[in-house]
């Protein structure tokens, strides 16, 4: 058993298999399969993956691994079979599946030298490029460059004396920190303080502290809180009479917060009901999926804490999955104040070190729940006894880039392996979803009313073209102006919830129509007020704003839209006295932002929270009295089937945010589209019409969940070239399929061009096509392989984004 099969670090088709590599005797019991090693590969030594060892193979002579990079595989068996699983699901390759289960900080980073060949001795080298090579054997390609010396080495390349080799460097740093501890006994220091000059006062004060304390103490400790000098520091230790040690420690992004502990509550009536099943199928090792519906405050989160509790006194783990935009501190304290150090949390908002420091206390089995967004379903635990999925109806849990998987998916196969239950909440499930549990594949879970009994709180909606006919031009209807000043007067709180993802603020001439888009993209520039200037999100393209019209020379230019900033402008305007807190991409861009306003906000600090999409989930405070949503239906008009799912699903979130607490809250939702039932239905918080409505709609238009669709998207700078692959692909795949599939293509994608690439797209609606999964890998073998004329092929089976 000394050969090891192993996925190199190039993520390209060719690549996209094993390569057996000889296992030096040496490393025989270090590795294993899950380990990263380094290899050979070409020219290159680069990263692999070990997926396999065993003894024999096909290819006569084999290359040696270099060295491994783990003491411990970073990838368990379960994980390694997973990730075959993800790679045939989504169609990615093997290497982009493993490097999706890790944490980032384990990704290997490359760096280029030129080295001495072996055997050549420096004295080879012209006189001027000697002094470079004589610390080490390479320089690195920087440098080089720095050093202006690179073509003069690159004619000793040529001439042999020298070679390029790319190096692996880990990324991650443990971190470490420095302690000082004596290293003598209680008597010796006496003796040595015995024997001090008096002048070494600082020393001697040293000395005494280490008469008292014996245990290690961090340097910069005895530095600032017990006064103590480097300089003694380091004269003590040279004499030996202390030692500096480095101890590897945990970078704890809430190591310095308290959490009140919390205890589990007695549950009401409805929620024995709903955890039973859970419990039971825990305690049997049985797997389940169920779908956990209430609505905001009806007491979710207390059945996900209990039957954690089951799990981890069963000694198996948990898995809790929640939005990345959900995963506020006051999440976080809900699980870690109830159990405490057993808590791991995995969030974008951590540096990739900390990431890495708690995705290391998984693999140690140092903690036994882990709560995290998308990713964090990897988490390598052994045990595991639940996963839980919160909000399960958020987009957020499908992977947009390769390996193209949805988190929902990835459970559900991690549960059945480990023979535990799912539990997904919602209080606006995916139709998916809903639609399994009346099927009765999910086991449905109702909690129909809040915890405190309080009702729902009432929604106004506003028709916003009779503000207009009624001579208000401003963003603000006259009922939201006049609740947002009584708030004021009352000391309560509103926030203003901007929906902002389908437009932004675009420029258009109001005599002629034009709008101005960008020259490389065929979408419109967003106006960026702060910078002046209009940007294109897709491929950053600047450019100024026009004082007159391109087309028309009528100076009625001017940007529509409104953003964040113009919301806060005009409130500025009709409201001076009002306090307002904001919060966007571009003030929270900083690391602890998001979480410094929320809590001035939740301080009284100020009357108005704005903010788009982040500030819709998760906000719990109980002086919120008014939530207002400017523009509902912004959402609506975008070329995506789930356009009226997730404007529902939002309007009724954002609801949710009034009124949860002993003051009673009002909605007020502006429109200009009152009558879509999505809107009507999200005013009257009534899912079960949505979802009845919604699905009508779905089944005639053939979409999920009455079928699965899979989107072949094909891009290249060349139309002609995109049309007619697009129209090869979409020939093939109709000739493999059933008559029952529905194939709709060649057509230009809604955005038919990104970046100066054309972009073509096939979509494929089916019901149950066994041969589709290899049909779609034949057209990504097909085309994948000649990457170098440009053309990219890419499928996503399951899509959630349709331009
Ligand atoms: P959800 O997760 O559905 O939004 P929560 O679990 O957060 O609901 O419950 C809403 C509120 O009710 C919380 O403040 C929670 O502490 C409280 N709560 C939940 N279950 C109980 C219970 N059995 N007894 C008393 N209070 C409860
Ligand atoms: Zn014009
Ligand atoms: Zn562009």
Not at 54 to 61: A, F, L, R, T
Not at 112 to 120: D, P, R, S, Y
Not at 253 to 269: A, G, H, K, Q, W
Not at 566 to 572: C, I
Request: charged letters at 25%; aromatic letters at 8%.
């Amino acid at each position: 058993m000394n050969i090891a099969s192993v996925i190199v670090d190039v993520p390209a088709k060719q690549t996209d298999r094993t390569f057996d590599y000889l296992i030096p005797v040496k490393w025989q019991d270090i590795i294993k399969p899950g380990t990263r090693v380094i290899v050979p590969f070409g020219p290159r030594k680069i990263q692999g993956f070990v997926t396999d060892i065993k003894s024999q193979s096909d290819i006569e002579k084999l290359k040696e691994i270099v060295e491994p990079m783990d003491l411990v595989p970073v990838l368990n068996q379960e994980l390694l079979e997973l990730g075959h699983w993800l790679t045939e699901n989504t169609l990615s390759f093997k290497l982009s599946a493993f490097q999706a289960m890790l944490p980032a900080a384990l990704k290997a980073k490359y760096e280029k030298k030129i080295k001495l060949v072996a055997g050549i001795g420096i004295e080879s080298l012209p006189e001027e490029l000697q002094p470079f090579f004589k610390k080490g054997n390479s320089i690195t390609w920087e440098d080089a460059l720095l050093n202006g010396i690179v073509s003069a080495l690159k004619k000793e390349v040529t001439n042999g004396h020298l070679e390029v080799v790319y190096e692996v460097i880990e990324r991650v740093k443990k971190k470490k920190v420095k302690f000082v501890m004596p290293l003598l006994s209680h008597d010796e220091i006496k003796g040595v303080l015995a024997q001090l000059s008096s002048r070494a006062g600082k020393q001697k004060d040293l000395l005494i502290y280490f008469l008292e304390n014996r245990s290690p103490i961090e340097l910069t400790k005895l530095v600032s809180d017990h006064l103590m000098t480097k300089s003694a520091i380091k004269a003590l230790v040279e004499k030996q009479v202390i030692v500096e040690i480095e101890k590897e420690v945990y970078r704890d992004p809430f190591m310095n917060r308290e959490f009140s502990r919390t205890y589990p509550l007695s549950l009401t009536d409805t929620q024995k009901t709903a955890i039973q099943p859970i419990l039971k199928d825990i305690k049997k090792k049985q797997h389940a999926v169920f779908l956990l519906y209430g609505v905001t405050g009806s007491g979710k989160t207390e059945i996900y804490l209990q039957s954690i509790q089951e799990v981890i006194e069963q000694g198996r783990e948990a898995i809790v999955l929640v939005p990345e935009i959900a995963l506020t501190p006051q999440m976080v304290n809900r699980f870690k104040g109830r159990f405490g150090e057993l808590v791991a949390v995995l969030h974008s908002g951590l540096s990739a070190g900390e990431k890495y420091d708690e995705w290391r206390k998984i693999q140690a089995g140092e903690v036994s729940v882990v709560v995290g967004a998308r990713s964090a379903i990897f988490a390598p635990f052994e045990n595991l006894g639940i996963i839980i999925i919160d909000e399960e109806h958020e987009t957020s849990y499908k992977q947009e880039e390769m390996p193209r998987y949805h988190a929902r998916d990835v459970a559900i196969e991690r549960a059945k392996n480990a023979k535990c239950p799912v539990v997904l909440g919602s209080a606006t499930p995916s139709l998916e979803s809903f639609a399994r549990a009346q099927k009765g594949v999910y086991h449905l879970l109702t909690l129909p009313g809040r915890m405190n009994n309080q009702s729902l709180p009432p929604v106004e909606i506003i028709d916003m073209r009779e503000e207009l006919r009624g001579g208000n031009r401003s963003m603000f209807s006259r009922s939201l102006l006049e609740k947002l000043k009584v708030r004021i007067e009352k000391k309560e709180q509103t926030v203003l919830f901007l929906n902002k993802r389908g437009h932004s603020s675009f420029v258009m001439c109001r005599d002629c129509g034009y709008v101005m888009n960008c020259p490389n993209c065929d979408i419109s520039l967003t106006y960026h007020r702060v910078s002046e200037q209009m940007k294109c999100h897709y491929c950053g393209h600047e450019s100024y704003v026009p004082k007159n019209c391109p087309e028309c020379s009528s100076e009625h230019i001017r940007y529509f839209g409104t953003g964040t900033q113009k919301v806060e402008d005009e409130l500025g305007k009709v409201l001076p006295e009002a306090k307002v807190i904001r919060m966007d991409v571009d003030t929270t861009r900083r690391k602890g932002a998001h979480e410094r306003l929320l809590n001035d906000f939740q301080e009284g600090k100020a009357d108005i929270l704005l903010g788009t999409q982040m500030i819709a989930k998760g906000l719990d405070f109980p002086n919120i009295t008014l939530v207002g949503v400017l523009s509902a239906d912004t959402m609506l008009h975008l070329p995506d089937f789930r356009s009226s799912e997730k404007t529902f699903q939002l309007l009724t979130q954002v609801s949710g945010r009034a009124g949860r607490h002993e003051l009673p809250g009002e909605v007020v939702i502006q429109t200009y589209t009152p009558e879509h039932y999505s809107i009507e239905l999200a005013g009257k918080q009534d899912y079960d019409l949505f979802y009845q409505r919604e699905m009508m709609v779905r089944k005639i238009h053939r979409y999920p969940p009455f079928y699965f669709i899979s989107l072949i998207t094909v891009s290249h700078d060349q139309l002609m070239m995109v049309v007619s692959v697009t129209e090869k692909i979409t020939k093939y795949v109709r000739s493999r399929l059933s008559n029952e599939a529905v194939i709709l293509g060649p057509v230009a994608s809604p955005i038919p061009r990104i970046n100066n690439r054309y972009r073509y797209q096939c979509l494929i609606k089916y019901k149950r096509e066994p041969d589709l999964t290899q049909t779609l890998k034949k057209v990504l073998d097909q085309y994948q392989k000649d990457v170098s004329g440009g053309l990219q092929v890419s499928v996503d089976v399951n899509p959630f984004i349709l331009m």
